[in-house]
Every structure is written in structure tokens, then in C-alpha cells.
């Protein structure tokens, strides 16, 4: 058992928290947003994750896991303390890191003993040695700093925490590396490996995961899109593509184009880390530019359809960026929005958990229905922008029947193309034959 502090509890804070509890330890997540911390303390998950509101209560219940705004009372006995905080695009690009190194430094001035202080946020390579300046700036109390990065993925959150493909504990420093294995053990008894580095190199392998499956994605987007001009069909490339092992079948479904908190900003990050080191990381540009036209890749598929969209009317399924989350921060579906309601035409939008986040950024640009088939009633095209299952296998008669003409446009390909032959709909997709 450890006392562990978790600072920030957004999607990864909560989760780590929660994880922590789960496995026995005595944790207390500080958050200086507080409204979500008396939601917590209420016993309120303020996100929609799967599986964690029963692990979240189980360890409130059982007094492991506690809420606090206060940042002094939560360290004073935590051993152990996480950073689980926001690093936001800056207007360059680059990673922002006031709110880590604010931290770091209200530590600094906070602990009287020695802590193992451990980033969880994604940070670009060199930010483990800043938290330690900053740190050292305002005590001469020892303590050491982990670049522990975070792989869990929002919808999948408490099963990537609980069974996590690896751990990447990235220190130097021998006592912390005793005190992370032991807080690790739980996770990795099934063989999953804890792989040990410096602190440089373990900031490093977060950007560069996550630049890899943004590439692998945008890749597959390039391909769908010569699928189209040439007349290939990408389900059987990708087919044929994934079964080479040396390849895989994940993450290689074409669409509208990677969103969420991850992604986008860390692929910029690495980018302007790039700039900053006079080195020029041409794929990732590269990535960055088909993904900023991919996101809207379903308008010039509309705009050919219908030509002028003024005062045209479109039902949308899907905000989040992803389905299983009411995540929707750099969602594909808001740039869609956007060139739409910009062009004149109206949106009527359902989503099963990301349109209160939508509702507060956009208010009432776009409309808003509980059900998904109230989002057709006189509208001129059903636009699809996320693959939430419930639209998987929809009512095509009702959807025909009150859809001004029966047309679709799918950015995430959830018909198989066969099926919807017979469903007499016009139906466009990502890198497959237009359906007339
Ligand atoms: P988030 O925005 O959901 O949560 C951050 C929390 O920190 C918020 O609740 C905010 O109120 C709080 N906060 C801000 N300043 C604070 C302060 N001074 N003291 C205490 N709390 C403070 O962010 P997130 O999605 O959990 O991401 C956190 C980090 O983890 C980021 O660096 C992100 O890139 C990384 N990450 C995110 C994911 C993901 O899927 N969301 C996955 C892996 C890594």
C-alpha cells in the first residue's frame, strides 16, 4: 500500500486514480476545477468512460480514493504524486507546459521529505529535467522525477490501465525505480513488461506512438482517397494490406480523419520540437496536412452532390471524436460543422454522449435531438461522422422516410458496401464505390 497524490483528474487523472485505489492504495486526486471536485466528492463521475463509475464507487466506499482542492493537504503524506495535467496546443504548436511546471513549482515550495514526482501528462523530450529546475528552484528537499507517459485510450480507459501493453517508466534515480515497480506490480503480472529508460527517451516514445498511429491512419486516408480516383475498393486493400503481419488489420480503417486530446496536439508537438532542434520532420507535416483535409473530406463529397448547400438542411450522427466517449475536442465532426453552418445550411445533430461538450462550445449554431432518427425529420442528407454502434444497423425504411431523398454520406464506412445495395439509398463513403 502507498499513499499516492494524483494531481489534475481529467480523463487520465481520474482513471489513474481510480486504478491506483483499485489495486490498494490510499489515493487523494486534486483538482483546482471546483465544481468537478464536489461532483466527485458527491460521488459523481464528471465524464463518460466505460466501466469506471463501478471501480470509482467501489473505492470510495471503501475510503481508498477521496477528492480534495488543496493542493498542500493532498501531498503532505503521498510518497508517490502524480501530474495528470492539461499540456494544450500552443498557438505554435508547441506543447503548454504552464500548467506542469505551475505545479511543479507550488511543489517545490510544498514538500518537506522526499517524493517520487511522476509526469503522466504527454511532454515533449526535456520537460522531466524542467519540473526538476523548477523544483529545485524553491527547495533543497530531495526528490526525484519520473517520465512515466500515459497509453490508456479514452472508451478503453480502465481496461488500458488495468492491463496496459507496457509501462514505460523513464528515471535514473534507483530509489524511484524500486518504489515504480512495486506500484506497478499489479498491472504487469501477466507478463506485460515495464520497460525501464531515462527520462528523455520515455518522453520521446509517447510522441513517437502516438505520431506513428496518426501516421498509420493518415496513410490509409491517402490510400482510400486514390481508392476513389481509381476505382479500387479500400476494404479489400486494407484486407489484403493487414493480413501481412508485418502490418496488422489496426488501425487501418479510413475516414473523416483523427481528432480527440491526443493525437492532433502531440503530432504538433513533436513537429515543433522538430523546428526548435533544426530538425525538419517532414512525415509528421505531411501527416498534419492530409489529416487538416480529411477532416472535412465528407464536404466536397456534399458539395458535389448538392452543389449550393444554402438553406439545405443535414442530420448528423456523431460529435465525439470517437464513439465510447463524450470527448469531442478536435473532433472531425466540428470542422464539418463549421464548413457547413459557414456555407449556409442547417445542422441537426445527435450524439449518445458528446452533445452537452457540443452544446457548450457551439450553443445554438447547430440543433440538438435525443434520438437519433429525430435528427432526419425534413432534412436533405443523414451525414455520418462518428461510429458509435447504435447507428451500425439503423431502421433504413425510417430513415427513408423522413429524409427529404434517401442520402447518405458515411465518413466512417459502417456499412459493408454489399448490405446496403439493397437498401435503395444513395450512399457515399471513404474510399469505396458511390452507391446511386
Ligand atoms: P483533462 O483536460 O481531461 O484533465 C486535466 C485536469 O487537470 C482538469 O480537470 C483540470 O481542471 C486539472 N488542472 C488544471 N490545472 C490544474 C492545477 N494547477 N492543479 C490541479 N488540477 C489542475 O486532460 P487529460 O485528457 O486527462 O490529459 C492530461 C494529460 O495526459 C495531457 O498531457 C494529455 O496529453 C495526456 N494524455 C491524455 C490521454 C487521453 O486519452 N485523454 C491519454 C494519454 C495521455
Not at 487523472?13 to 464536489?38: R, S
Request: proline fraction near 4%.
Amino acid at each position: 500500500m502507498k499513499n499516492i497524490a494524483v494531481i489534475g483528474t481529467g480523463y487520465v487523472g481520474l482513471v489513474t486514480g481510480t486504478c491506483f485505489a483499485e489495486t490498494g492504495n490510499n489515493v487523494i486526486c486534486v483538482d483546482i476545477d471546483k465544481e468537478k471536485v464536489e461532483r466527485l466528492k458527491n460521488g459523481e463521475v464528471p465524464i463518460y468512460e466505460p466501466h469506471l463509475d463501478v471501480l470509482f464507487e467501489r473505492n470510495i466506499k471503501q475510503k481508498r480514493l477521496q477528492f480534495t482542492t488543496d493542493l498542500a493537504s493532498a501531498i503532505k503524506d503521498a510518497e508517490i504524486i502524480f501530474l495528470a495535467l492539461p499540456t494544450p496546443p500552443g498557438e505554435d504548436g508547441s506543447a503548454d507546459l504552464s500548467y506542469v511546471l505551475g505545479v511543479a513549482k507550488d511543489l517545490g515550495k510544498l514538500i518537506t521529505e522526499y517524493k517520487v514526482i511522476i509526469d503522466k501528462s504527454t511532454v515533449p523530450v526535456g520537460t522531466a529535467d524542467k519540473v526538476t529546475a523548477a523544483i529545485k528552484a524553491e527547495t533543497d528537499v530531495p526528490f526525484a522525477v519520473v517520465s512515466n507517459p500515459e497509453f490508456l485510450r479514452e472508451g478503453y480507459a480502465v481496461d488500458d490501465f488495468m492491463n496496459p501493453d507496457r509501462v514505460i517508466i523513464g528515471t535514473e534515480d534507483e530509489k524511484a525505480k524500486i518504489v515504480m515497480k512495486e506500484l506497478y506490480q499489479p498491472f504487469i503480472r501477466d507478463g506485460h513488461p515495464l520497460i525501464f529508460m531515462d527520462e528523455k527517451s520515455a518522453e520521446l516514445t509517447k510522441y513517437a506512438a502516438n505520431a506513428f498511429l496518426a501516421t498509420k491512419i493518415t496513410f490509409m486516408n491517402e490510400v482510400a482517397n486514390f481508392c476513389e480516383i481509381v476505382g479500387a475498393d479500400v476494404d479489400k486493400v486494407r484486407e489484403g494490406m493487414g493480413s501481412d503481419t508485418r502490418i496488422g488489420h489496426r488501425f487501418l480503417y479510413p475516414g473523416i480523419g483523427f481528432g480527440g486530446s491526443c493525437f492532433p496536439k502531440d503530432v504538433s508537438a513533436l513537429m515543433k520540437s522538430g523546428l526548435d532542434n533544426n530538425f525538419d520532420f517532414s512525415i509528421i507535416d505531411a501527416v498534419l496536412n492530409v489529416n487538416k483535409k480529411q477532416r472535412i473530406k465528407l464536404l466536397d463529397k456534399i458539395l458535389d452532390y448538392f452543389g449550393d448547400i444554402k438553406g439545405k438542411k443535414f442530420a448528423l450522427w456523431g460529435l465525439s471524436f470517437k464513439p465510447d466517449t463524450d470527448d469531442i475536442r478536435e473532433a472531425p465532426a466540428l470542422y464539418l460543422i463549421d464548413e457547413l453552418i459557414n456555407r449556409g445550411a442547417e445542422v441537426v445533430a445527435f450524439d449518445p454522449e458528446g452533445m452537452d461538450n457540443v452544446k457548450k462550445l457551439l450553443g445554438d449554431k447547430i440543433s440538438y435531438v435525443e434520438n437519433q432518427y429525430d435528427a432526419l425529420d425534413g432534412a436533405d442528407a443523414l451525414l455520418i461522422a462518428t461510429e458509435w454502434s447504435v447507428f451500425k444497423n439503423p431502421d433504413f425504411n425510417l430513415i427513408k422516410s423522413k429524409l427529404n431523398s434517401p442520402v447518405i454520406f458515411d465518413g466512417r464506412n459502417i456499412f459493408n458496401l454489399s448490405d446496403i445495395q439493397e437498401k435503395g439509398v444513395y450512399y457515399s463513403s471513404i474510399g469505396r464505390q458511390t452507391i446511386l
